[in-house]
C-alpha cells in the first residue's frame, strides 16, 4: 500500500514572515476528551466554563493587535504545542460502517473509532460540535489576519493526515466562510524559527508516549492507520472501558492501588478488569513485534526522507535535525522488559517469586526442625517407657 505524501515546507512559514508575527503558545486543551461511551459513566463532561474562558482569552487578544518593532501594528502568531484534540481519548461507537469509509477492525468496533483518516475527520466533527464556540473563536482570530499553527503531540497525532488538517480548516470556515487558509498551519514535530523560538510537543522524549518515527508514524501493519504507543493501548483497553479509572494519575500509583479498586469493583467487575489488562499485554507484545518487521523498515526510510525535506523547509540543515531526532526516547514497546516493567509485571513476578522462596524455605525449615527434635522426642519416650529402671 503506498504511503501518503506530505509536504513540510507548504506549513512552515518563511523565516522572515515568522520574526514579523508575536507568538502566543499554549497547549493541552484536549478537546474532545469529554467524548466517550464505551464507559457506564458515559464519560467524564467537560466544564463549559473551560471552553468560555479560552474563547474568552482568543477573543481579548483578537482585538488587541500587538506593536511591532517598527511601532506599527503587528500580528498574532497563535502556536498550539500539541493535544489541541484529545483524538485518542474520543472510544465513540457508531452503529456501522459508512459506504466508502475504512473498513473497521475487530478492535475498533469493541473500542471504538480509531486511527485511520476518515475515522480522525469523523471525531473531529463531533469534537467541533460539542465545542463549538471555541471553534468560532478561533476562526475570528484568524479572519482578523492573526496566523494559527498547530504542533502534533501524541493526542492529536491524527492530525498528521492531510483530509484532517482540511477538516480542521473547513470547520473554522464554517464559522468564518471566507476564511484564508493560508493563515492555519500544521507542524508534524515542531515550530521553528532561528535565532527566536522552538517549540514541540514534548512526547518524543517520554518512551510511554513517543513515536517510533515523528515524520512518518503510520503503522507498519497497515499504513491508513497509525502506529498505536502504550499509552493509547493502555487508555483503549484498560482504562476507558472501566469505571473508576482515570486518564491521568497512573504515575503514582501502585500495585496495592489496582488491588484497591479491583475490591471496589466486586467480583465480576476484577474479573473483567484482569480480562481487559491481559489483552492489553497480548496487545503490546503483537505491537512490539511491529517495530522489527520489513514495513518498519520501510517507514523508517521514509522518515529520513521527510526529514530531509523539513530540514530544507525549516533551514535547519539535516545533521542538526539529526542530531535533534537522537535525543528522542526510544518507545517503551520496543522492549519486552520495558513493557512488563511499565506494568508493574516484573515487580509482580518478583513479589511472588519471593513470597515463594519464603513458603519453601517455611517448609524446609519445618522439615529440617521435625528431623532434629526427632531423636530427643523418640529418648524422651524410651525414658518414659520404663521409670523403674532407676
Known sequence: MPLPSIHPSAAQPPPDAAESDTLLVL????LGSDLNDLTTEGGVKRTPEIDDDLARLLDHYRVRPPVGRDGKLSTYRLVIAGDFIDFIGI???LPSNSEGETEWTDEEREHGLGSAEDHASHKLRLVAERHANVFAALARFVDAGHKLTLVLGNHDL?????GVQQEFRDVLRRHVPHLDEARVGFEPWFFFVEGLVYVEHGHQYDPYCATEHVMAPM??????????????????YVVRPTRGLREHGHENTGVFDYIALGLRLGVRGCRDLVVRFVRSIV???RLRRQHFNEAAQVLRAEHERRMGLLAEATRIGIDRLKA???LQAPPITRSIHGILASLLLDRIALGLFCGLLVVVAGILGAIHTKHWLWPLGSGARRLGASPTAR
Do not use: K
Open 158 to 162: 491524527e492530525m498528521h493526515w492531510a
Open 27 to 30: 497547549s493541552d486543551v484536549h
Open 283 to 285: 496487545e503490546l507484545l
Open 219 to 236: 503503522s507498519p501493519l497497515d499504513p491508513r492507520r497509525l502506529m498505536r504507543g502504550f499509552s493509547e493501548i493502555m487508555l483503549r
Open 91 to 93: 472510544t465513540m461507537r
Open 324 to 326: 535533534l531526532a537522537a
